[in-house]
Antibody, heavy 122, light 110 residues
């Protein structure tokens, strides 16, 4: 069965770039039926969609984060990645990767990774 | 403050039926699909409802979704203790050109 696993540093300094990778196992990231997304959740708060990518490299981002976000895909490794630049303490959150259906403008996130906590602190 | 408004909390007793509302506007719920997610404590969210009222396989039929105009609702019937969780609605917002989540509703089973 398909599984997603986030990986990357758990601590990032202010003003630096947060980098995370999501590894997809048990299935191909090159499926035409899905996007692959990043969602985050600050401690004690709600969910925030960051952005999504198609296996072809087509992306769409949350407008509020767009200037700082880059999502890329590596189909040879069955991975997709998130880079968030110029981080501040407000970017401290659990970061989830998830598979997203292509139906509609914002498909369902039907399979999620377990999440990884990233703290922004000097 | 999200453009999708949910009550911060809801509660019910075992066996009861509870509903959680998600209020939006013509640019989000009024013109796009609504999704519902359940997040048990300390775990990743789980998809409960997609395309307004569809249940993924494995989700009990105790969970149902509906949409009317610019509002959506999640209903849980036959409430169980294991339903105690945070629930989030989500939709695309045409004005923002982005996906949005509601602020979440914490459901307590008394």
């Amino acid at each position: 069965q398909l599984q997603l696993q986030e990986s990357g540093p758990g601590l990032v300094k202010p003003s630096e770039t947060l980098s995370l990778t999501c590894t997809v196992s048990g299935g191909s990231i090159s499926s035409s039926s899905y996007y692959w997304g990043w969602i985050r959740q600050p401690p004690g708060k709600g969910l925030e969609w960051i952005g999504s990518i198609y296996y072809s490299g087509s992306t769409y981002y949350n407008p509020s984060l767009k200037s700082r976000v880059t999502i890329s895909v590596d189909t040879s490794k069955n991975q997709f990645s998130l880079k968030l630049s110029s981080v501040t303490a407000a970017d401290t959150a659990v970061y989830y990767c998830a598979r997203q259906g292509v139906a509609g403008l914002f498909g369902a996130f039907d399979i999620w990774g377990q999440g990884t906590m990233v703290t922004v602190s000097s | 403050q999200s453009v999708l408004t949910q009550p911060p909390s809801a509660s019910g007793t075992p066996g009861q039926r509870v509903t959680i509302s998600c209020s939006g506007s013509s640019s989000n719920i009024g013109s796009n699909y609504v999704y519902w997610y359940q997040q048990l404590p300390g775990t990743a969210p789980k998809l409960l409802i997609y395309r307004n009222n569809q249940r993924p396989s494995g989700v009990p039929d105790r969970f149902s979704g509906s949409k009317s105009g610019t509002s959506a609702s999640l209903a849980i019937s036959g409430l169980r203790s294991e339903d105690e969780a945070d629930y989030y609605c989500a939709a695309w917002d045409d004005s923002l050109s982005g996906g949005v989540f509601g602020g979440g509703t914490k459901l307590t089973v008394l």
